[in-house]
């Protein structure tokens, strides 16, 4: 589903360092109502609207503020008539506001449960809704234990019974940080439908492993003003942040929207070159050359494009989106440096970015390259441009995609659920908002890689063309599911005309 329109406020992706910040200028501030009352205040407001009715509610109170804040909920739901359990895993000292949270729960009629009761529970879960309030910001490593029980328990009964969870803060078990489960496959955390985060939104929220952990993110900002040196460290790449698209003059020909050289297809890779070719076409680029090393092929389906052998197309000034189905020969890293050392605006993907992650003398010259350039590399890609593992890569995308902008001073799109989008010299990433598994497939990248190609040759930037480019891939295939081509079954073929579409609308949006 596209992401709805939210304010702009809601788009502020804030590290823990800068909630903590917040927290800290608030009880600075001495408001007579603290943090943790509005905290359970908001929750009591969100479990009011999903389930009016009381019913029996189970609420997990952790250690921390997190179980402050869930402990006062319980309080507050018991006090409002509904049939409240509270499982407490607590381990040494509560803050004063923890402290006054336990003290209400423990005058209110919410019952005390042992975790122990409930992982031994292998039936049935007498609860109408879940409350996860055991670990929030202030994990430090991986759920291990019984906490880890309890959480397996949970995730299992809400998934047998569709129970309805909702996380406070943060989900537990995942990083706000990074999104990532802490302790990668080692690790647990909580599957929420909902999650009510405070004070701001966290990049946690949106990628790696949030997508599959978060369920419906609410931000409630606690009614707490963010003083100005409290800085967002990104955004979300969304409907209501994406840059527009360059009027199109009425006396204009197709030399108004630029070329794209697609270069790639090795032996049996013509596809590749083929999707990025045809969606460059279908996504507005004036004349679209599909450069083949070895595949030569020609699209009856779409005679626009100019197929051609790679070594003997000329460069001129064309966008050159260099990849696709590429090969690593030898023969494919001279076409590679030919390409690179014309110093054209490039969009390096698939296996143009393997060359680049073994060979050192592309590496250099792409350090001479001055033009713009963007990089779209898979997780797997990252790893090897990097020369750390997967699991380092996808445990910090932010931090991976940020280091691979530094290290190769190009825009990154580091795809994956929830795809990070950096640019150097700029410390504001973007976290991409559309898209779904239906994208699982191949050919997929071939096409993201077309749709940059042609957004550039239009005059966008390589930062608007990336963060651009990335929702309209990941809209068209939400768009797609919506009416049945997908989750399954869905082909990179038929992304092509509902990027077209999705392009269309975005620039009709613009001009009402
Ligand atoms: N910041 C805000 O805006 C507000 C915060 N509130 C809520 O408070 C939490 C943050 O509270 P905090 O107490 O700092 O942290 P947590 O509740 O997340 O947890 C810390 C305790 O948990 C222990 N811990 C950490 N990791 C583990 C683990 N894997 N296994 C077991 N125990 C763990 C930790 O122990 P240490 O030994 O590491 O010290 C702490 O005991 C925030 O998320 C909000 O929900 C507010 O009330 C609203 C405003
Ligand atoms: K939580």
New binding site residues.
Partial sequence: MPYPLIPAAHLRLYPVSA??A??QA?DNQQAPV???E???AAAMRLVTTLMPEPGAVLILA????????AALLAAMLASAGYSVDICA?L??AL?A??QASWQRCSHSSARRIQAEQLTAVHGYFPYQLIID?L???????????L?ADLIRAVNRASELQRIPVIA???PS?LS?DTGAV?GGTQGIAIRASHTLS??GNKPGLHTADAKDYAGHVIIDF?E?SVSADVRETGVLNCANTLPAMPKRAGNSHKGSFGDVLIAGGAAGMSGAVLLAARTALFSGAGRVYAGMLEAIATDYLHPELMCRPLQQHVLQKEIIVAGPGLGQSDSAATELARLIAANHTMVLDADALNLLAQQTPLQSALQQHTAEKILTPHPLEAARLLNWTVAEVQADRIAAASELAHRYQSVIILKGAGSVLCQPGNAQYRINTSGNPALATGGTGDVLAGLCGALLAQGLTAWDAACLACWLHGTAADDLCLNGTGPVGLTASELIPAIRRALNQHIALGQL
């Fill in positions: 909630i903590r917040m927290e608030s603290s943090l943790m509005r905290a359970a952790g250690p921390g503020d997190n179980g402050g804040d895993l381990s040494g803050s506001d923890s309030g670990f929030g910001i202030g994990l430090s490593r991986p759920v291990s234990g906490a406070l803060d943060i078990g706000a802490v405070f004070l606690l707490a």
